[in-house]
Structures are given as structure tokens and as C-alpha cells.
T-cell receptor, first 111, second 112 residues
Framework: DQQVKQNSPSLSVQEGRISILNCDYTNSMFDYFLWYKKYPAEGPTFLISISSIKDKNEDGRFTVFLNKSAKHLSLHIVPSQPGDSAVYFCAASAQGNKLVFGAGTILRVKS | DGGITQSPKYLFRKEGQNVTLSCEQNLNHDAMYWYRQDPGQGLRLIYYSQIVNDFQKGDIAEGYSVSREKKESFPLTVTSAQKNPTAFYLC???????????FGQGTRLTVV
């Protein structure tokens, strides 16, 4: 039972354009959501997060949007850069408990 | 510099052998986790420990064992009972606030 789903295995975007990565969840108890970025053969690094009391959080080129009614969140990267090419994992937590991860989306930014 | 150190980075194991992956952190975090990454599967939780001398099974604990004798250390043993051990293993820890996880660099285990 996948509680966190990233339905797009991969995404290809031109440099300078917007990248939109999507994530859906099924557990209504999730109250904190995070995005991680992972390069090959390395551990994931934290990118940005959002609490369920908010619908948007912005950090530089990265913005996360949360739609609780749709149980959907998205990560926007503007403008996309070749160094953004990586695997992006969506993760969720319920009341500080263990993180549940999605399957990841491979982002390729073409120059 | 504080962080999480996993060793070794690459590990080869013969079928039928047990092997132990090391994870050490100097972040003074109470909670530590082991995840496994397979293509298309995301990160799946193997075991986690909220405090010293206590740990719980995650979603895919069969064929694995852990110990938490010290706050800084959370080794994972992949036993011969694990039917498909070839994967990328990640150790993580979380601060008392509990949200953001810090990851090690991972260990790639290959059964030969």
C-alpha cells in the first residue's frame, strides 16, 4: 500500500524553464511534507518542506504547494538549471513519526 | 563537521553470508533509520530506533537485524535470510523536532 505516490518516473525540462514535480498521498494523518534531492550513489539531501497548516512554502528557486483537499503536493523549480538534474523524493510524516517516501522522479534539465 | 557516516561505500557479499553495514552519527540525534532503495521503489524503511536499546521493524524488516547499543551507532546486519539483498542502503537520523531526516552517503551492497 503506497501511501505516498509519485506517478511520474521521469521528467525532462529545458534549462531556464519551470520544472513541476508532483506527489499524491492517501493518509489524511500526514501533517508534514518534505522534498529530498538525490544524486547517484549519494544520500538524499533535504530540499524544502511544508506543514499541513500552510499551502505554500518558498525558498529561492524552489516552491512547494500543498492542496490538502486533493491530497496533492507539488514542487516547482524556477528557473531550472542543469545542476538540478537528480532524483526527487517526496516524503510525508504523521505527527512526527517515521517518514514515508515516494518512489522518486528523475528530473533531467537539458541545456 | 557533524554528519552521518556510512561504511563501506561498496560491499560485496557471497550468497549465504551475513554482512554488517555501519552507520555512525555525531549529530546527537536520538532517532536513526535504515532505508533500502531499489529502482522504482523509492526508499523503503527497514528498521528504526527512537532511543538507545530500542528499535522497531519497518516495512521490510525480514532478513535484517539491527542493534542500538550507543546513541551514535546503528549497524544493520543483512542476513542470509534476506532473499534479495542487492540494493543501495541508506542510514538516516532525525533531530528531536522529528521532521527533517539527515542521510548518510549510502552503501551499495552486491551479492555475488
Amino acid at each position: 500500500d503506497q501511501q505516498v505516490k509519485q506517478n511520474s518516473p521521469s521528467l525532462s525540462v529545458q534549462e531556464g524553464r519551470i520544472s513541476i514535480l508532483n506527489c499524491d498521498y492517501t493518509n489524511s494523518m500526514f501533517d508534514y511534507f518534505l522534498w529530498y534531492k538525490k544524486y547517484p550513489a549519494e544520500g538524499p539531501t533535504f530540499l524544502i518542506s511544508i506543514s499541513s497548516i500552510k499551502d505554500k512554502n518558498e525558498d529561492g528557486r524552489f516552491t512547494v504547494f500543498l492542496n490538502k483537499s486533493a491530497k496533492h503536493l507539488s514542487l516547482h523549480i524556477v528557473p531550472s538549471q542543469p545542476g538540478d538534474s537528480a532524483v526527487y523524493f517526496c516524503a510525508a510524516s504523521a505527527q512526527g513519526n517515521k517518514l514515508v517516501f515516494g518512489a522518486g522522479t528523475i528530473l533531467r534539465v537539458k541545456s | 563537521d557533524g554528519g552521518i557516516t556510512q561504511s563501506p561505500k561498496y560491499l560485496f557479499r557471497k550468497e549465504g553470508q551475513n554482512v554488517t553495514l555501519s552507520c555512525e552519527q555525531n549529530l546527537n540525534h536520538d532517532a536513526m533509520y535504515w532505508y533500502r532503495q531499489d529502482p522504482g521503489q523509492g526508499l523503503r524503511l527497514i528498521y528504526y530506533s527512537q532511543i538507545v536499546n530500542d528499535f522497531q521493524k519497518g516495512d521490510i524488516a525480514e532478513g535484517y537485524s539491527v542493534s542500538r547499543e550507543k546513541k551514535e551507532s546503528f549497524p544493520l546486519t543483512v542476513t542470509s535470510a534476506q532473499k534479495n539483498p542487492t540494493a543501495f542502503y541508506l542510514c538516516a537520523s532525525t533531530p528531536p523536532s522529528g521532521f527533517e531526516a539527515f542521510f548518510g552517503q549510502g552503501t551499495r551492497l552486491t551479492v555475488v
